[in-house]
């Protein structure tokens, strides 16, 4: 699909390049295990070649960031990487960083930056509630990454963040993230929960519909009421922090929209993979966010030949070359059988993706794990 | 270790890195215990709808549905199993009709801790325990659990929700769960993987994290295993080899031509090199850890469905169907 124009457009090549050059924001997404970290560092490499100030920021907790940049760890603070070739361009040299997410430490940092007093801070921190949520709640990962996004765009230290999304049990997770934070405090279950601790024993039934009263009492008699107060008291440290929270959330969510932000989706030739990269590609659309390119991997091609018929390869058998080239002809038709599944899994893609450019990077022979490698991808990602 | 052993415990869950296979793996040793005789439930949990296209059914849900003979399938999902927990366990069936309407479920399930990873390993527990006459229903239920980066918190969840409800029956139920999840001889937990790089590594340090987590995995599937093939291509094969199998294939009568002969050594080199990467990362792994490695064969085939599947199960040894079978009634 390398280099192929439909229907007039610019090829998905030229798009892709025209992001790196002009974007801010670009967003990796994608079902897990299709390469996604290694497409978004590659992204990243070239974007800091065409003197950019670039970052990329990965969220992964199986470190394969630091695998790809051959660096020895990485923390959550952003680091240079070594080796880049970096480009002066309009009066500024390229740089190239990376960081992974510290999910609890960018936590708690968000409630340090932004509680009204450190007394406030550390109640929330000492908070058992606080203490789970921060570290095992499903969708903090991805509401963490969407702060630090925040963060380092606001910081306008980078030309470009390159963001490599968590692995998450379905995209939706990711984009949903800072909406589901707002409705959440905005929710009037939130405010149900809050009222225990604040009024005093008695009267509070009062003062609750029947649902939500019978849902705390219930709640109540199946946790002990530890947990409740527990909770209750961590909703109600948070007071006066939700308009921080929505701020933010809002503003990550104008910039995903912003024609400053791209999104690159990756996958691999594989049925499931393909048909989650469709399914992010129409959540996309929905939410009228720019998708600009998707990034297939490990994409298998044979050259057609034409092969001489079963029967008359037994006849191979009498010498060393003969087997070795019958060994040859089965490697050749093998792999023919998974490039002909690709091809039209790929071509479904494209039939749905309307318009999206579709650019497939082949199976390389190694991982990628170093600097060359990844500007090898980027001969296929960038012509 | 034999299959056998993998499939004696009620309970098996598979993770892996993303990619490496894992629903087509978990499906490969349900048949494979379906095979040895067993009643099987294979089960997922991350709504994607996998199992019913590898078993070119209609998309399922949270209710059981027949896959082949003696397999079912169901895809667990927590809110549905929030309200099926509220009902059997606390008769609230107001409540969890005023909570359906709420936003309630949707709070408890994505805000409380681990909540979600508890309501489905607990629907499991309660599949589990089911009985007829006495009598277990699944011999067995295999679950294509969540990938790697999520696999130690959501087998931790009944533990993190034991401690954090101190007291009542969450504290009971969760304890109960945890005790299934912890227990080696009921709970088996099997790691797939590709041999490759960042798989073997991501495995090697998952069975380190489950193993500080208090929890061991009991094997290792290596999947997308390339057939040994092509030891006699040498790695700088030159014109003269390609000449000495151009002379081969006439010899044999073969319409080859110097083009295709080419095309097949570029092909059969780059092959000689995934090859060779593959013995590496199958040695670093078998550096890396005690546990068993089951190979299973990369598929080269135009599309992966029942026949395939069958194929993959039979790496497990099992034996052939009908042997030994076991009445579950």
Known sequence: MS???????????????????????????????????????????????????????????????????????????????????????????????????????????????????????????????????????????????????????????????????????????????????????????????????????????????????????????????????????????????????????????????????????????????????????????????????????????????????????????????????????????????????????????????????????????????????????NQFLFG | MAAESLFDGRLIIVSGKGGTGKTTVAAAIALAAVRSGRRVLLAEVEGRGGLARLFSTRPFGHGEVALATDLMGIAVEPDEAMLEYLHLFHGMRRISRVLAHSRAVEFATTVAPGLRDILVIGKLKQVEGRRENGVPVYDLIVLDAPPTGRIVPFLSAPRAASELARLGPIHSQAEAVRRLVEDTNKTKVVLTTLLEEMCVSETLETTEKLRAAGMTAVAVVANGVYPRRLEALRRNASASAAEDLLAAARQAGLSLDREGVEELLAEGKIQRGRLALQRSQSRVLAEGTDLPVFELPFVFAERIGPVELEGLAAAFGARPAGAGRRSSK
Not at chain 1, 73 to 95: F, K, L, M, N, Y
Not at chain 1, 308 to 333: C, F, M, T
Request: charged share 25%; proline share 5%; glycine share 8%.
């Open chain 1, 3 to 377: 280099g192929r124009r439909r229907g007039g457009k610019t090829a998905p090549e030229q798009v892709l390049g025209e992001c790196v050059r002009s974007r801010e924001v670009i967003v990796c997404c994608g079902a897990g295990g299709v390469g996604k970290t290694t497409s978004a560092a590659a992204i990243a490499l070239r974007a800091s070649e065409e003197g950019r100030r670039t970052i990329v920021l990965t969220i992964d907790p199986a470190r394969r960031l630091a695998q790809s940049l051959g660096l020895a760890g990485i923390d959550d603070t952003a680091r240079p990487v070594p080796g880049t070739r970096c480009r002066r361009s309009g009066g500024r040299t390229g740089e190239l960083h990376a960081m992974m997410l510290d999910m609890k430490r960018t936590f708690d940092e968000v409630i340090r930056a932004n509680a009204d007093s450190p007394a406030r801070a550390s109640r929330i921190l000492s908070n058992p509630f606080y203490q789970s949520l921060s570290s095992t709640l499903a969708g903090t990962q991805e509401y963490m990454a969407m702060e630090k996004l925040h963060e380092l765009h606001a910081s306008a230290r980078w030309d470009l963040i390159v963001v490599d999304t968590p692995p998450t049990r379905s995209a939706l997770d990711f984009l949903d993230a800072p909406r589901r934070l707002t409705d959440f405090l905005e929710g009037r279950l939130l405010k149900t929960l809050l009222l225990p601790a604040q009024l005093a024993g008695k009267t509070y039934a009062r003062v609750f519909s029947l649902g939500a009263n019978a849902f705390l009492r219930a709640a109540g008699r199946m946790t002990g009421s530890e947990l409740i107060s527990d909770v209750a008291e961590f909703f109600q440290a948070f007071e006066g922090m939700y308009d921080g929270f929505k701020r933010r959330a809002r503003e990550v969510y104008e910039l995903l929209q912003a024609p400053a932000t791209a999104f690159v989706v990756v996958s691999s030739p594989e049925e499931a993979a393909m048909h989650e990269a469709e399914y992010f590609a129409g959540r996309l659309a929905e939410e009228r966010m720019p998708l600009e390119a998707v990034v297939v991997n490990r994409v298998h091609r044979v050259p057609a030949m034409e092969l001489p018929d079963r029967a008359s390869l037994s006849a191979l058998r009498a010498s060393a070359e003969g087997r070795l080239l019958a060994e040859l002809l089965a490697n050749h038709e093998d792999w023919s059988r998974v490039a002909r599944r690709e091809e039209k899994v790929i071509g479904e893609a494209l039939a749905t993706l309307a318009g999206t450019g579709i650019l497939c990077v082949p199976h390389l022979p190694g991982d990628v794990h170093d600097l060359d490698g990844l500007r090898l991808v």
